[in-house]
């Protein structure tokens, strides 16, 4: 399960890159709307998910409320899931 959660992390946060950096620069700037509808699509079900994969380990671990904030604050800052993944989620899993 952690492996998963690993790797929907990293989905996560280069969808909220590509967001950013990609698709709302081409929305407003270039007027095209159709990557930013796909892209937003994928990054809400990849958020979506990231979050209820946090709780179901955070439970599942007996995590302490301190790195649950921390599994929750990363998903909305960006480059923050990279951080959390190499420095939090890779060590547990070795």
Known sequence: M???FRWVALAEGVSYLLLFALSMPLKYWAGLREPNIYIG???GALFIAY???AT???RERNWSNKVYLYLI???LLP???F???SRLLKPMEA
């Open 2 to 4: 952690l492996k998963t």
């Open 41 to 43: 699509y994928a990054h």
């Open 51 to 53: 979050i209820v994969l």
């Open 56 to 58: 179901f380990l955070w």
């Open 73 to 75: 604050l990363a998903s």
């Open 79 to 81: 480059f923050a899931t």
């Open 83 to 85: 951080y959390l993944e």
